[in-house]
């Protein structure tokens, strides 16, 4: 996908663009209370869910707390079996290192398993401009790249599509870029992810090059994992003469004894599955069977700012689910566009800052994207605590004085509030002019989507003493 988030404006004005879109709004409503619903039957199954998330979370902090041994663990076990390691500190040289690797191989057109990590850093676009066409086979993101269009959700790209949009997209755009779509295509399922699987199938036999992600790599043996639910990722991974697997280094675990709690629980938190249709395993190259040519690359970008957060950190323990996104109400209206990165939804409200910092108006709006109901912290397979990240971000961009009224109109009601006599007056005055002031009070920032309560004419403590004092 060759288009980028680059530039997005802030949440507060892509949402209030998005909600307008009643479409949307229902193709998303639709789509994430059917995950939502599904996962929350296949949870319920396991009577140790609980334990689970508990060891999952253990685990994940676990290498985070020792990375740095994990990954030359990493490094030494893909050495080993035949694979070479690259490391990359940001986007411009993780695209350095990919492109180089695949200009090396002479082609031109290369097939992609889906990785949000390639998403997040441009890589389509670096491949483009040096001649190289990435082709997306994952059925959702292919939908996502023909339509020139953007991902919206970590599972499902483009869960904002309805069938009709699919259909048209297909009809429109497949035979631009390979085999076309059969005359007379509906919207009925079964027909497009046909048309899907015959334009792909072209892909996948020419290709001599195939770059995927991975959802987990195992340090004891330097073994990659792939879930997939469609056998888009078998193909790419064994087909290719050449596979490039570029992963955030976040994504280790330490053995494949820890890999299996993983397994029980991404497929149901997931997708609503008791377990995903694709489970694909690598490890280095092997003569005469997949790949002659395995490249890892292992990325930053921004992880170990996450990781020197001690609030913030533990949202690297994310392996991208998608459920915190399925029940969140904000992401409901919004869809994922508005959060301006393919790490849409809560994960990618606290995500998103720490990955890039708050230092520009696109990702120090975002820990404000929420309600803070914390219906995300109670599905998270890895017990992220959403809340007290998306406070501490919050607290952050204050101190920070991005907000300067703001900022001292608290500290003048805080001076107040300290002085018991200034405040007493304060109070009384309050009820006084409250009838005054207008019905939407301009406060930047507070009142541009909501308006002031209205101030009562007597205070709590009049109240109080007019009452209970009498009693007493």
């Given at each position: 996908m060759t288009r980028s988030f680059l530039g997005w404006p802030a949440f507060p004005e892509a949402a209030e663009r998005e909600v307008g879109n009643r479409q949307l709004r229902e193709n998303v409503r639709r789509a994430t209370h059917t995950i939502r619903g599904k996962r929350a039957v296949l949870a319920a199954e396991r009577p140790d869910w609980e334990q689970l998330r508990d060891s999952a979370a253990a685990i994940k902090d676990q290498v985070l707390a020792g990375l740095e041994q994990y990954l030359l663990q990493v490094e030494e076990k893909v050495t080993a079996a035949g694979g070479t390691v690259h490391w990359a500190r940001d986007a411009?040289?993780?695209n350095r290192i990919v492109t180089g690797l695949v200009r090396a191989t002479g082609e031109r057109e290369i097939v992609k398993v889906k990785s949000m990590l390639t998403e997040e850093i441009g890589l389509d676009a670096a491949l483009a401009a040096a001649g190289i066409d990435a082709r997306e086979t994952d059925l959702a993101a292919t939908i996502v790249q023909l339509g020139d269009d953007l991902p919206s959700h970590v599972v499902v790209p483009a869960l904002h599509r309805n069938r009709s949009e699919i259909r048209d997209i297909f009809a429109r755009e497949m035979g631009r870029h390979g085999r076309p779509a059969p005359e007379g295509l509906t919207d009925d399922p079964a027909e497009l992810a046909e048309a899907a699987r015959l334009h792909l199938?072209?892909?996948f036999l020419g290709a001599k090059v195939a770059v995927s992600g991975a959802n987990f790599v195992v340090a004891e043996t330097g073994t990659l994992v792939v879930v997939e639910s469609e056998g888009n990722g078998r193909m790419c991974l064994?087909?290719?003469d050449t596979l490039i697997s570029v992963v955030g280094i976040e994504k280790t675990v330490p053995t494949w004894a820890d890999l299996e709690v993983f397994l029980q629980l991404l497929a149901r938190n997931a997708t609503g599955e008791r377990m995903a249709p694709y489970t694909s395993t690598w490890t280095g190259t092997a003569d005469g069977d997949g790949p002659r040519d395995f490249h890892l690359v292992l990325v930053d970008n921004g992880r170990t700012r996450a990781l020197a957060d001690p609030v913030g950190r533990q949202a690297l323990r994310c392996i991208r689910c998608g459920a915190c996104m399925n029940t969140c109400p904000v992401y409901e209206r919004t869809g994922g566009h508005a959060y301006g990165s393919v790490y849409p939804g809560p994960i990618g409200a606290i995500l998103n800052p720490l990955l890039k910092g708050l230092d520009d108006e696109q990702t120090a709006s975002l820990p404000y994207a929420s309600t803070l109901c914390g219906a995300c912290n109670e599905v998270c397979p890895v017990r992220i605590r959403?809340?007290?990240v998306l406070l501490d971000?919050?607290?952050?961009?204050?101190?920070?004085g991005r907000?300067?009224?703001e900022r001292a109109a608290l500290g003048a009601v805080g001076a107040t509030m300290a002085r018991p006599l200034l405040w007493k007056a304060a109070v009384k005055g309050a009820g006084l002019v409250g009838p005054l002031l207008p019905a939407r009070t301009p406060v930047p920032g507070w009142t541009d989507n909501r308006a002031l309560p209205d101030v009562p004419e007597e205070s709590f403590r009049t109240w109080w003493k007019r009452n209970e004092g009498e009693r007493a």
């Amino acid at each position: 996908m060759t288009r980028s988030f680059l530039g997005w404006p802030a949440f507060p004005e892509a949402a209030e663009r998005e909600v307008g879109n009643r479409q949307l709004r229902e193709n998303v409503r639709r789509a994430t209370h059917t995950i939502r619903g599904k996962r929350a039957v296949l949870a319920a199954e396991r009577p140790d869910w609980e334990q689970l998330r508990d060891s999952a979370a253990a685990i994940k902090d676990q290498v985070l707390a020792g990375l740095e041994q994990y990954l030359l663990q990493v490094e030494e076990k893909v050495t080993a079996a035949g694979g070479t390691v690259h490391w990359a500190r940001d986007a411009a040289e993780a695209n350095r290192i990919v492109t180089g690797l695949v200009r090396a191989t002479g082609e031109r057109e290369i097939v992609k398993v889906k990785s949000m990590l390639t998403e997040e850093i441009g890589l389509d676009a670096a491949l483009a401009a040096a001649g190289i066409d990435a082709r997306e086979t994952d059925l959702a993101a292919t939908i996502v790249q023909l339509g020139d269009d953007l991902p919206s959700h970590v599972v499902v790209p483009a869960l904002h599509r309805n069938r009709s949009e699919i259909r048209d997209i297909f009809a429109r755009e497949m035979g631009r870029h390979g085999r076309p779509a059969p005359e007379g295509l509906t919207d009925d399922p079964a027909e497009l992810a046909e048309a899907a699987r015959l334009h792909l199938r072209e892909k996948f036999l020419g290709a001599k090059v195939a770059v995927s992600g991975a959802n987990f790599v195992v340090a004891e043996t330097g073994t990659l994992v792939v879930v997939e639910s469609e056998g888009n990722g078998r193909m790419c991974l064994t087909l290719a003469d050449t596979l490039i697997s570029v992963v955030g280094i976040e994504k280790t675990v330490p053995t494949w004894a820890d890999l299996e709690v993983f397994l029980q629980l991404l497929a149901r938190n997931a997708t609503g599955e008791r377990m995903a249709p694709y489970t694909s395993t690598w490890t280095g190259t092997a003569d005469g069977d997949g790949p002659r040519d395995f490249h890892l690359v292992l990325v930053d970008n921004g992880r170990t700012r996450a990781l020197a957060d001690p609030v913030g950190r533990q949202a690297l323990r994310c392996i991208r689910c998608g459920a915190c996104m399925n029940t969140c109400p904000v992401y409901e209206r919004t869809g994922g566009h508005a959060y301006g990165s393919v790490y849409p939804g809560p994960i990618g409200a606290i995500l998103n800052p720490l990955l890039k910092g708050l230092d520009d108006e696109q990702t120090a709006s975002l820990p404000y994207a929420s309600t803070l109901c914390g219906a995300c912290n109670e599905v998270c397979p890895v017990r992220i605590r959403f809340t007290d990240v998306l406070l501490d971000l919050r607290a952050q961009v204050a101190d920070g004085g991005r907000h300067p009224v703001e900022r001292a109109a608290l500290g003048a009601v805080g001076a107040t509030m300290a002085r018991p006599l200034l405040w007493k007056a304060a109070v009384k005055g309050a009820g006084l002019v409250g009838p005054l002031l207008p019905a939407r009070t301009p406060v930047p920032g507070w009142t541009d989507n909501r308006a002031l309560p209205d101030v009562p004419e007597e205070s709590f403590r009049t109240w109080w003493k007019r009452n209970e004092g009498e009693r007493a």
